[in-house]
């Protein structure tokens, strides 16, 4: 019988025991201060070990013990304090700082960095290869997370940023091929970049990571495909087209009868009016310069 996978503990940041190291830094000037007066004035000797070790030895040691306890923090920074592998909070006080010197500080940047994805093929929802990319704008929110739940947060972001951008390409066709594709990669960007957010900030939770902003900046068609999909796209212009100027033209032979009707210039009968829709539809839907003709004689001759 196999064990139980045990679950990963997931870590929380709080804040850290410091303190500031400008009340340190006045101690170790003047235990400076101190030792160099002692120095020039009685010299190294100082007539016996014991005054050698109090004026001396050990000012140097508090001071080289002060010194190893300095660090800085700057703005949007913060120290993750730990003692021997056990993590004792987060310092995200900006300036001069100081901790006991066993305690390692490790800087960590909550900052704003931004990442732009290279190029990946994927295949939509349909099925058709296409290329794409994103631009994210990322930041640590929880830096005990960041430092002790993943091994390098800045790889499992990258990572992550690839993961989602498939899984979020594959939900949407990239353009709308019929009535019932109402979301797709190419119109509907504002919908796909609030996916795409969503998407990574639930796969960056576990590493205490935030996105403030995501979005698509490269969507084609691969190669492969882009040349039949280009003629597609012209041929859904085309049609687009000659059914805007058909509807055009049947409104504008509606008017010239109604209006050829309404002031009485000349009766048509079914057959005159036939001629006169079908000379007038040629007039207004052909792609040439029309050529007039002449009729001499009358319409059944």
């Not at 949407?172 to 990574?200: F, K």
């Amino acid at each position: 019988m196999s064990e139980p996978v045990t679950a990963m503990t997931r870590s929380r940041e709080v804040p850290a025991a410091t303190s500031s190291g400008y009340t340190l830094l006045l101690a170790l000037l003047a235990l400076i201060v101190f030792v160099g007066v002692n120095v020039l004035t009685r010299g190294f000797g100082l007539g016996s070990a014991g005054l050698f070790v109090a004026c001396i030895l050990v000012p140097v040691l508090a001071m080289v013990f002060i010194g190893l306890g300095f660090y800085m923090v700057q703005p949007n920074q913060g120290a993750v304090i730990t003692l021997f592998g056990d993590y004792r909070g987060t310092d995200r006080k900006e300036g001069l700082r100081w901790v006991l010197p066993w305690m390692m500080r490790k800087k960590v940047s909550v900052r704003a960095h931004n990442i732009h994805s290279e190029r990946i093929k994927i295949n939509d929802l349909r099925g058709n290869p296409i290329d794409i990319a994103c631009n994210v704008v990322w930041r640590v929110r929880d830096t005990a997370q960041a430092v002790f739940d993943v091994d390098d947060y800045d790889e499992f972001v990258e990572i992550q940023i690839e993961a989602a951008l498939r899984t979020v390409g594959a939900r949407h066709p990239y353009d709308d091929m019929s009535d019932e594709d109402q979301t797709t990669l190419r119109g509907s960007a504002d919908v796909i970049n609030a996916e795409l957010q969503t998407e990574l900030n639930e796969r960056l939770s576990a590493a205490g990571i935030v996105v403030d902003e995501a979005g698509l900046t490269h969507l084609a068609y691969a190669s492969e495909i882009a040349g039949a999909m280009l003629r597609r796209q012209q041929a859904e212009a085309v049609i687009a087209a000659r059914a805007k100027l058909v509807m055009g033209a049947v409104t504008m032979v509606q008017m010239a009868l109604d209006k050829l009707s309404a002031d009485e210039i000349v009766e048509l009968d079914d057959e005159r009016r036939a001629a006169m829709v079908s000379n007038l539809m040629v007039v207004l839907c052909g792609e040439r310069e029309v050529n007039p003709v002449v009729n001499a004689g009358s319409l059944y001759q």
